[in-house]
């Protein structure tokens, strides 16, 4: 029953973020805070993800058509569909759903704990679109990042095509731009939004309605973890079937 209450207690913070805005000049401050410590500041760790896990995806599936009869050219068109498809949108995510998702629950927690949130309640200004909003605000530019994500999984492959022996260059550009169906990048920055939106809100949750004190922000943080995870994975799976299947 408590899952289920919950549920309903997510939902309802979302409703009660777009309720009372508070003022542009303010809001505009706190949303360019935002996009500076969960978008630009997660662009490192996508970056070095992206580039070493297109890598790893080139190297197994040329070290796996072990057929003569199989064109050489099919390592770059498995990199380049399990890159768009799956790693950079999904797989990345799961991995923000531990820097961002952690970093936003314990910043809210926190305040939780140490009453700030009641003083700005007493203040007359809605905490929820305080708290929550500018960080969703700032997580739809999270698809740019994603973006990044692709370009460098891809040179990842090619990086190790070219300089492992695996495959030529020209074979790889070949597999690469083969068969391209443009549909698949919207798949993937549709996905990326959901997913965006799941990365702001979730922490958030667990972060504004957690009880306790500064043990219980750490709990929180793994919760708000796994349950966003557990999301994302599950979004993936109906998104993927919905527009694909």
Same mark, same amino acid.
């Given at each position: 029953?408590?899952?289920?209450?919950?549920?309903?207690?997510?939902?309802?913070?979302?409703?009660?973020?777009?309720?009372? !805005?508070?003022? +542009?000049?303010?809001?505009?401050?706190?949303?360019?805070k935002?996009?500076?410590?969960?978008?630009?500041?997660?662009?490192?760790?996508?970056?070095?993800?992206?580039?070493?896990?297109?890598g790893v995806?080139?190297?197994?599936?040329?070290?796996?058509?072990?057929?003569?009869?199989?064109?050489?050219?099919?390592?770059?068109?498995?990199?380049?569909?399990?890159?768009?498809?799956?790693? %950079?949108?999904?797989?990345?995510?799961?991995?923000?759903?531990?820097?961002?998702?952690?970093?936003?629950?314990?910043?809210?927690?926190?305040?939780?704990?140490?009453?700030?949130?009641?003083?700005?309640?007493?203040?007359?200004?809605?905490?929820?679109?305080?708290?929550?909003? !500018?960080?969703?605000?700032?997580?739809m530019?999270? !698809?740019? %990042?994603?973006?990044?994500?692709?370009?460098?999984?891809?040179?990842?492959?090619?990086? %190790?095509?070219?300089?492992g022996?695996?495959?030529?260059?020209?074979?790889?550009?070949?597999?690469?731009?083969?068969?391209?169906?443009?549909?698949?990048?919207?798949?993937?920055?549709?996905?990326?939004?959901?997913?965006?939106?799941i990365?702001?809100?979730? !922490?958030?949750?667990?972060?504004?309605?957690?009880?306790?004190? %500064?043990?219980?922000?750490?709990?929180?943080?793994?919760?708000?973890?796994? +349950?966003?995870?557990?999301?994302?994975?599950?979004?993936?799976?109906?998104?993927?079937?919905?527009?694909?299947?």
């Amino acid at each position: 029953m408590t899952y289920i209450n919950n549920i309903g207690l997510y939902f309802l913070m979302i409703k009660e973020m777009f309720r009372k !805005p508070t003022k +542009w000049s303010v809001m505009k401050g706190l949303i360019l805070k935002d996009i500076d410590d969960l978008v630009i500041g997660s662009l490192g760790i996508v970056a070095f993800i992206s580039f070493f896990v297109g890598g790893v995806i080139t190297i197994q599936t040329a070290l796996n058509i072990t057929n003569p009869l199989i064109p050489r050219y099919l390592v770059g068109f498995a990199t380049r569909q399990s890159v768009i498809l799956e790693f %950079a949108p999904t797989f990345t995510s799961i991995i923000m759903a531990g820097k961002v998702g952690s970093f936003i629950t314990s910043s809210i927690g926190t305040m939780r704990v140490t009453e700030q949130i009641d003083a700005l309640e007493v203040m007359g200004i809605n905490s929820l679109n305080y708290l929550v909003f !500018p960080k969703t605000v700032a997580m739809m530019l999270y !698809p740019f %990042a994603i973006a990044i994500g692709m370009f460098l999984g891809i040179l990842g492959g090619m990086a %190790a095509c070219v300089y492992g022996g695996y495959t030529t260059l020209e074979d790889y550009i070949t597999g690469v731009q083969m068969d391209f169906d443009g549909f698949h990048m919207t798949y993937s920055f549709l996905k990326t939004f959901v997913f965006a939106f799941i990365l702001a809100t979730i !922490p958030s949750f667990h972060g504004y309605y957690m009880k306790g004190g %500064a043990l219980e922000v750490g709990k929180a943080s793994t919760t708000s973890f796994v +349950w966003t995870s557990v999301v994302i994975i599950l979004l993936n799976y109906i998104l993927t079937d919905m527009l694909l299947g």
